[in-house]
């Protein structure tokens, strides 16, 4: 069994409004790729959300007075506080430089995912403006893929929006599933039987976010470039997913 990322070149800096299909179509043909059936793109949540216009500035934005209290404890920016409060179902952690929230989408997550990082709009000192996560990145993902599947006459592809996410027992982000189209996001291996016939019974693997991850340290951090990673080899069948398959009830979440 191979599994193969390989990025996709030539990604021009995105602007609201792109289209991110044809982007996508004509970085696969200058790397030389033609879709196959199976063949999975794995997309930065960054170039996502600048196609659809989610970019902000803060100088627009009104802070309540929750978002005032919310600042001084953390020590952020009221404005930049306000958009995390209006991304967020609720407020879980927060203390001088973090603020940690329930994302609108059902995922936790520092800031509700908001980032300065290599982010620029029209106007306005740059600092000043920042980029909110996709309205509803699975929407998203199904879009893109009905695009490129209409586009490529491919039959099986899957499309999988990801961003970094930190986490409650280990240090450092690693990349997470945010968005998914096409592919599972939970296998569950429950009832097969390992090497020695033990019949497992708890397993159940993230197979969205172990791809995220791995297309991550090929995307990288800061000033690579290369927001599509293209995959072939994808270990489990291919199906209709969302990202609700892995969000962990609360019932079930023992560090709220």
């Known amino acids: 069994m191979t599994l193969t990322l390989t990025p996709l070149v030539d990604i021009p800096l995105v602007k609201p409004g792109d289209s991110l299909a044809q982007i996508i179509l004509l970085a696969l043909e200058h790397t030389e790729i033609v879709l196959q059936d199976g063949d999975i793109l794995v997309i930065a949540q960054k170039i996502v959300s600048k196609a659809e216009g989610r970019l902000v500035n803060l100088e627009s934005v009104i802070p309540t007075e929750r978002a005032f209290d919310l600042a001084e ?8 506080v306000e958009l995390v409060l209006q991304e967020s179902r609720s407020v879980l952690r927060y203390r001088p430089g973090t603020l ?40 998203s993902a199904r879009r893109l893929r009905a695009e490129l599947q209409s586009a490529t006459q491919t039959g099986s592809l899957g499309v999988l929006i990801i961003d970094s996410h930190g986490r409650a027992w280990r240090m450092g982000t690693v990349g997470a599933a945010i968005g998914l189209a096409g592919l599972p996001g939970l296998v569950d291996l429950r009832g097969k039987s390992d090497l020695f016939g033990y019949q497992l019974r708890v397993t159940q693997v993230a197979a969205a976010d172990e791809l995220a991850a791995a297309a991550s340290l090929i995307m990288g951090q800061a000033a690579e470039g290369q927001p599509v990673v293209h995959v072939r080899g994808f270990p489990f069948t291919l199906r209709e997913g969302n990202l609700s398959e892995l969000i962990r009830p609360i019932d079930m979440d023992l560090f709220r």
């Open 73 to 80: 404890k953390t020590q952020k920016d009221p404005r930049f």
């Open 100 to 139: 940690i929230v329930e994302h609108r989408q059902g995922f936790v997550c520092a800031n509700a995912g908001i980032d300065h990082s290599n982010v620029r709009g029209e106007g306005g000192a740059p600092e000043d403006w920042v980029l909110l996560l996709p309205e509803n990145a699975d929407e």
